[in-house]
């Protein structure tokens, strides 16, 4: 394990809360009053994705070698098990650690990463779970022809019906979508969840 008191280390706080309706501030806040030092970094962004979230990235860019990366829970970070383990990885092959507050370890220290690679292992399972929910609870309402799908853009709706119109004219689906300005595939997605009662 690296000592890290032997660098010129700099303090990182990351907030991050998936939307931006949320308050970020208590986050920010209770990090704070433990390291009053730290320069902060919020963002309102999803955390699916590392890529897409901007401040991220750019704290990424500005981390150096001996500096150290806060966040108030592992969720903060990400949802993805591999990002996540991926991202310990190359932080600590650049020198760069990160403390998790609410679990008090820091991603370079043995023990860190063992806890680590079970709580991302845990986050993800509890995702896949409520997916495989979400699968079935769809699934029912299919086979109950309750299934609607995604709420469709009012002005998609209204371009599958103009193709509706033509298909009830003779026209083929794919010359009804192209004279609608449409995508075939949106037009059969619009027949088969949207209107069902016009293919029975």
């Known amino acids: 394990m690296i000592d890290y008191r032997l660098f010129d280390m700099t303090d ?29 970094k919020e963002e309102k962004a999803s955390g699916k994705n590392v890529t897409d979230r901007p401040i991220f ?10 500096d150290r990366i806060i966040v108030r829970e592992l969720s ?21 650690a990160v403390l998790i507050q609410n679990l008090q370890i ?11 690679t079970i709580m991302a292992s845990v986050a993800t399972m ?20 309750k299934y609607r799908g995604r709420p469709i853009n009012p002005n998609t709706a209204k371009k599958c019906e103009e193709a509706l119109k033509y298909i009830d004219i003779g026209m083929s689906k794919e ?4 004279a609608a300005g449409i995508g075939v595939a949106t037009l059969y997605r619009y027949i088969n969840e949207k209107k069902p009662q016009k293919m029975n």
């Open 76 to 96: 903060r970070l990400g949802r993805n098990t591999q990002d996540i383990l991926t991202l310990f990885s190359d932080l600590e092959n650049l020198g760069i």
């Open 126 to 145: 509890e995702r896949d779970i409520m997916k495989e929910r979400q699968a079935i609870g769809i699934a029912k309402a299919k086979e109950e022809n």
């Open 175 to 178: 010359k009804a979508s192209k």
């Open 57 to 66: 990235q750019e704290l990424l860019r500005t981390v150096k070698f001996g």
């Open 12 to 40: 990182y706080i990351y907030s991050r809360v998936s939307t931006v309706g949320q308050n970020i501030t208590h986050q920010t806040d209770d990090l704070k009053l433990k390291y009053p030092k730290a320069i902060v």
């Open 106 to 116: 820091d991603s370079t220290s043995a023990t860190g990463k063992m806890v680590l």
